[in-house]
């Protein structure tokens, strides 16, 4: 964050602000499985810094962001069976189904949109919560 925020902070600001660093966890941050301790500690890291890095860097206007995306349809479960994935998708309470990187896009661009938006974590994750195992 310090590398991207010493170039933002030279660029010409545009209407209020400067730009939007927009930082990605993982619900595993909140809800951290069995065998999991040092992935979920590293996530929990990113949504911790979110708030205090964005006071940190208010008076630059330059935003910080974190989005805690759930269950994506990323290359790691596209290499799952198709069952698999239905499985995982069906863990989702609703929509009851894995998320498609465009919805993770959205929001990424919604954040962009909006300057109100700021030092916050948003879950995309369908209301899942993370089983223990």
């Known amino acids: 964050i310090r590398l991207v925020a010493e170039r933002m902070q030279t660029a010409p600001p545009i209407g209020e602000e400067r730009g939007v660093c927009i930082n990605t966890a993982s619900v595993a941050a909140f809800d951290g ?17 979110t708030l205090p890095v ?31 994935q239905k499985s995982l998708g069906a863990q989702v309470p609703h929509p009851a189904r894995l998320g ?5 896009a959205q929001l990424a661009v919604a954040i962009v949109e909006n300057p109100m938006l700021n030092g916050e974590t948003i879950r995309l994750d369908g209301a899942i919560r993370m089983a223990p195992r």
Do not use: H
């Open 33 to 49: 499985q069995i065998g999991q301790a040092a992935y979920s500690a590293s996530k929990g890291g990113i949504v911790g810094l």
């Open 54 to 84: 964005a006071r940190d860097l208010a008076s630059l206007n330059i935003r910080v962001m974190t989005i805690a995306p759930g269950l994506f349809l990323t290359p790691l479960l596209m290499g799952l069976s198709e069952e698999a």
């Open 100 to 104: 498609d990187p465009s919805e993770y």
